[in-house]
Each structure stands twice: as structure tokens, then as C-alpha cells.
């Protein structure tokens, strides 16, 4: 067998679609060492959410994923979401367009949302130098639809590095004069998505001491009474059912703020056009263009990113009081324990922003998020928790 060429390691990985295997670790292939790590996210993201303005949050991070998938193609880069901003790793050959990608996106959300969104492109070589690493799996969400699943510490220990200014310096994007970046298919027109159990909880995770994930699971899945890796309507968000879809969007003018920053009127003549189109289609039934309403809802119940894996386990459920009790206690005993490391944020809702890059094909990832804190918060408390426990420090090279 022939090898596979560095930049083509990401599309050629074959991927797995049973989310409960994701604790498989040999599974998980050490991505080319000529990679970068496209880190960003926004600075002081707890005060945007303090006023109320986590979708803006959430847009910005999407856009981050966004810019660079539509200027090195969407089947060549990891990434992952972060709430409040996003990682991908990128080839050596696209690096140059993704830094400028990003760049754009950095400029866009201080000029035009008012939000400081710091960025960096880190050399994964310089990441195992520290003693990290990144692996990834590919899990297939549905045909042409993946989300990578990363594991090696390497995403956390850049992300810790985009926050020290000295250690950033070296890999920091500079945003003069940055070109408006590429955010076609950026939307989030859905209301946000009601907790119909009780509560929306935004759950980081992580094993801490000797017991692997699949154990972890196990014994979580025992707490609340079903198992959150398994696929079935128990841990879909993004049902039929949940949505709801108000004309004109009430996000409509977010997604043009972003997406149409050079002709707004343009912007909103093409959302609002679309949106007749899409209330008709699915008031008859009917297919209008390359829009099908009975294949997109079944596709979107399964292109969400409530369940991933970016070094820690990250979940978007909808429980009931009880299961949210019975999880609270759990985690606590297992922390308490040195089992687990844990973060925690608990909502009335679920936010979701949107990248459809191709509806006809059905090419379309969500991008699922507790509202007001979710993922973000979690990730504070998540990691107060690792240094409570001394697992946060970043390793020392030959460590």
C-alpha cells in the first residue's frame, strides 16, 4: 500500500460512526509532525457572557471554523469548537491560508462585534517538543460530515500558550490590513433549542487517575440511567421536535453583521429571501432548489458537535432535575476521588450556529453550545479542577 502523502493524512483517515467507541486509544493516528495548530479564542469571554452576548461568542468561534474550511477545504482539517473559539490543525501547505483566514476573522470580530479574539498558529513539532501530542480519529456524522476527535494534550497545551503573551510571541498572527475572510455558509437562524428534560448541561470531562474513559462512561452512564455515547433521540439535541424557526430570524442580523460586512443590504436581501423560501419548503413539504425538507431535518438531528472529544470529553445533554443530581454527585465523588476532572455549566437552553457548505449534498455541520456560559464556563471550572488536582501543568520537553 502506497503511503499517504502529509497533507492528504486527514481525508484519507478512515472514520468510525459509533460515538461509544471513541474511547478506543490505539485507534487515534499522530497527525504529520510539519502541522500547525490554528488556536483562537476570545479574550475575556466570561464578561461577554456576563452581558448577555454568548451567541455573539458563539459566532465568532464558528467563524473561526468557518473561514478556514472554506479557504483549505472542509475534508483536509481537523477542528474542533470551543464555544468561545475554535482549534484546527492544518496541513504545512495550507498554513500560509489559514493564518491569513484567521486573521480575517480577528479583525472582523473587533470591528464589527467589539470582541477581542486573540490567535496563534503553533508548529505541532514544537507542541511534542513540550512533550504533548495530537492524535485524531475521524468520526463520520453522516455521509460527506465528519468531526475529528483529538487526543494527546497537544490542543490543551496550545491553548495555554495562546494565552501567555510570551510564550504566543513567536506564533502570534499579526491583522493589519487583513482581508474580509471567507464566511460563506455561516448562519444561525434557529431559536435557541428549549431544554425539554429540565436542564441543558455542558459537560468537559476528563480521567484524572488509572480508570480509562470507556470505564468512566460506564460508570457515568450507571449514575444517570442511560449512556451519553450511545446515538438514539436520548442524546440528540437537534430534533425536529426541539426546533423552532421565527421570520425574520432573530439572529439573521448577527449572521449579517459577520458574514456580509462589505454590502449588509445584499446580506439581508439574500437571508431574508432564503428564509421565505425555507418556511415555505417546509410549510408544504416540497423541495425548492437544491432544499429538501424531508432529508435535511433527519441530517441535521446527526450533524450537531454536542459530543466530542478535543483531550477532554465534551458533551451538550438535556437532563432532568433527577439525572442532573445523580451527575453532580457522581463527578464530585470521582473528583474528589482523583478519578476525574471535571467542568460544569447548567442551562435552560441550547445555542446553535450553523456552517452549510453544500445543502444539496448534504454537507452541513451545527455547532451545538449550552446559552449563557456553556462550554466556555465549563472549561473555567474545568480548569480550576486540574489545578486543584496538579494536572495542569504543561509538560517539559523529554517529560
Not at 195 to 218: C, F, T
Not at 264 to 291: E, H, K, M, Y
Not at 348 to 365: N, Q, R
Request: proline letters at 7%; glycine letters at 8%; a negative charge.
Amino acid at each position: 500500500m502506497e503511503p499517504v502523502a502529509a497533507d492528504d493524512f486527514y481525508s484519507e483517515l478512515p472514520s468510525f460512526s459509533d460515538f461509544s467507541a471513541v474511547g478506543a486509544l490505539d485507534e487515534y493516528r499522530p497527525v504529520p509532525d510539519d502541522w500547525y495548530v490554528l488556536a483562537a479564542d476570545i479574550v475575556q469571554s466570561t464578561d461577554a457572557v456576563a452581558a448577555g452576548r454568548y451567541k455573539e461568542v458563539n459566532m465568532v468561534g464558528a467563524a473561526v471554523i468557518a473561514a478556514v474550511l472554506n479557504r483549505i477545504g472542509r475534508d483536509r482539517v481537523p477542528f474542533v469548537f470551543g464555544g468561545d473559539g475554535a482549534t484546527l490543525v492544518v496541513p504545512a501547505r495550507h498554513v500560509a491560508a489559514g493564518r491569513e483566514a484567521l486573521a480575517g476573522v480577528v479583525d472582523l470580530a473587533r470591528q464589527v462585534m467589539e470582541l477581542d479574539l486573540r490567535a496563534a498558529a503553533i508548529p505541532v513539532s514544537h507542541l511534542r517538543e513540550l512533550g504533548t501530542d495530537i492524535r485524531v480519529r475521524k468520526y463520520r456524522l453522516s455521509p460527506g460530515n465528519h468531526l475529528a476527535m483529538i487526543l494527546g494534550d497537544g490542543l490543551a497545551v496550545a491553548d495555554r500558550i495562546l494565552k501567555d503573551p510570551a510564550q504566543s510571541a513567536p506564533f502570534v498572527i499579526p491583522v493589519s490590513q487583513s482581508a474580509l475572510p471567507p464566511l460563506d455558509g455561516l448562519s444561525c437562524r434557529w431559536e435557541p433549542l428549549p431544554a425539554l428534560k429540565g436542564h441543558i448541561v455542558s459537560l468537559i470531562l476528563k480521567p484524572a487517575g488509572e480508570i480509562p474513559l470507556p470505564d468512566v462512561m460506564e460508570e457515568i452512564a450507571g449514575a444517570l440511567g442511560f449512556d451519553p455515547l450511545a446515538d438514539g433521540s436520548r442524546t440528540r439535541l437537534a430534533e425536529k421536535s426541539r426546533l423552532r424557526f421565527r421570520f425574520p430570524p432573530a439572529g439573521a442580523s448577527l449572521e449579517i453583521r459577520m458574514g456580509s460586512a462589505d454590502n449588509r443590504v445584499r446580506g439581508w436581501a439574500r437571508t431574508l429571501i432564503q428564509s421565505v423560501l425555507f418556511v415555505v419548503s417546509c410549510s408544504t413539504g416540497l423541495r425548492i432548489g437544491p432544499f429538501d425538507p424531508k432529508r435535511y431535518f433527519p441530517e441535521l438531528s446527526t450533524n450537531t458537535d454536542h459530543r466530542k472529544v478535543g483531550d477532554s470529553l465534551q458533551l451538550v445533554l438535556d437532563l432532568t432535575p433527577e439525572e442532573l443530581s445523580s451527575l453532580k454527585n457522581h463527578l464530585e465523588a470521582a473528583f474528589r476521588a482523583g478519578a476525574v476532572v471535571y467542568g460544569m455549566h447548567v442551562s435552560d437552553s441550547a445555542l446553535m450556529t450553523c456552517f452549510v457548505e453544500d445543502i444539496g449534498k448534504g454537507h452541513h455541520i451545527h455547532f451545538v453550545d449550552g446559552a449563557d456560559g456553556g462550554l466556555s464556563l465549563a472549561a473555567a471550572q474545568f480548569k480550576t479542577h486540574s489545578s486543584e488536582l496538579g494536572v495542569a501543568a504543561v509538560p517539559r520537553p523529554g517529560r
